[in-house]
């Protein structure tokens, strides 16, 4: 089983909507959890940051962990075409080592 | 503010060629730099992490080594270059003790 699942999609909304991403997890003591934003041919960009469970927003964003379930989800308001891209889950444990374990992304595409 | 910048950004070699990619953090001091290559649909491989100059761990047995020279700077190379070492390389910095994680811009290697 792999440490990080993350539904590769690909993910077709129109503009406006609402989008929800997510990702699973099997080990329970992950306790740092991040969404990167990746275009096409470019490095991923860190999108948010969250510690343990909770929601976080930052604009459009918002991010949610639910540890008990071992499940965190990224949404996205009013999409844009701009966010077309490909959005990677990520955890880390923590320790000093700082290894960060990802998933393997989910493709979105926006329709204007 | 931090930066990190990899070269090339893009590269093709024949097989059997050696190879260097080298990365550099601007703006920081003692990083974590790690390695990883990106395949199409399979996410993020974690080649080499390193907490210090000339301490190297490394994930996944191959014909690829990495070397710290400088506090801020990380290098992969190869001897001998195969057909499945193509890919997207990315290099990335973190903070001990601060689970965020940032990439460099990527280097597209095509092995010939």
């Known amino acids: 089983q792999k440490e990080v699942e993350q539904d590769p999609g690909p993910l077709s909304v129109p503009e406006g909507a609402i989008v929800s991403l997510n990702c699973t997890y099997s080990n329970s003591a992950f306790q740092y959890f991040m969404w990167y934003r990746q275009y096409s041919r470019k490095g991923p960009e860190l999108l948010m940051y969250?510690?343990?469970?909770g929601n976080k927003e930052d604009g459009r964003f918002t991010a949610q962990v639910d540890k008990s379930s071992k499940y965190i989800s990224l949404f996205i308001r009013d999409s844009q075409p701009s966010d077309s891209a490909t959005y990677l889950c990520a955890m880390s444990l923590g320790n000093t080592g700082n290894q960060f374990y990802f998933g393997t992304g989910t493709s979105l595409t926006v329709i204007p | 503010s931090q930066t990190i910048h990899q070269w090339p950004a893009t590269l093709v070699q024949p097989v059997g060629s050696p190879l260097s990619l080298e990365c550099t953090v601007e703006?920081?001091?003692?990083?974590?730099l790690y390695w990883y290559r990106q395949a199409a649909g399979r996410g993020l491989q974690l080649l080499f992490y390193?907490?210090?100059?000339?301490?190297i761990s490394s994930e996944v047995p191959q014909n690829l080594s990495a070397s710290r020279p400088q506090d801020r700077q990380f290098i992969l190379s190869s001897k001998k270059l195969l057909l499945s070492d193509s890919g997207f390389y990315l290099c990335?910095?973190?903070?001990?003790?601060?689970?965020?994680?940032?990439f460099g811009p990527g280097t597209r290697l095509t092995v010939l």
């Open positions: 390193s907490v210090g100059i000339g301490q």
């Open positions: 969250t510690y343990s469970s």
């Open positions: 990335a910095w973190s903070k001990i003790l601060i689970n965020e994680q940032f």
């Open positions: 703006g920081t001091s003692n990083p974590n």
